[in-house]
């Protein structure tokens, strides 16, 4: 079994929305994932858009020409350089422990390193240890933790 990785095309529109979709209905399994999903928006059908977006780079990765996950990493810009930030990444559960999610941390370390920028920064929830751990894996490790306290009530 051969996992592939690629830039995503105008062709995973659907795929991608779909693999959203159920990214979305994971995140009230973690603290603080409701939130998290109201401070991005939802892509949606405009995954065209994001695809052709020069700021953002879209990967998508899978086993035999079908796509099982995708990661979104946004251009930004510190006092220290160019950076890039995953925003989203997701592996559909049935395909999760093939290296599907490594491939993909992989390639967007590798394009990170090809644009020169100076750091390539994630996120992952509160229990979302199989996040925390693809990230480790790939060296990337906490550098913060972000603290809330919910005010509405």
Request: charged share 25%; proline share 1%.
């Amino acid at each position: 079994m051969q996992v592939f990785t690629r830039r995503a095309s105008e062709s995973d529109c659907e795929v991608l929305e779909n693999l959203e979709s159920e990214a979305r209905a994971n995140l009230d399994h973690f603290r603080g994932g409701i939130r998290l999903g109201d401070e991005f928006e939802l892509v949606g059908k405009r995954w065209a858009s994001v695809i052709a977006d020069s700021s953002t780079n879209t990967f998508v990765a899978g086993v035999d020409e079908t796509v099982m996950g995708y990661l979104v990493a946004k251009l930004g810009q510190t006092n220290s350089g160019k950076i890039a930030t995953i925003e989203q990444v997701f592996v559909t559960k049935d395909a999760r422990n093939i290296g599907i999610g490594d491939a993909l941390v992989s390639a967007t370390i590798a394009w990170a390193k090809a644009e020169s920028l100076v750091a390539l920064d994630g996120f992952a929830l509160p229990g979302d240890r199989e996040t925390k751990n693809l990230f480790e894996r790939s060296g990337l490790v906490a550098r913060l933790i972000t603290v809330t306290t919910d005010l509405k009530n």
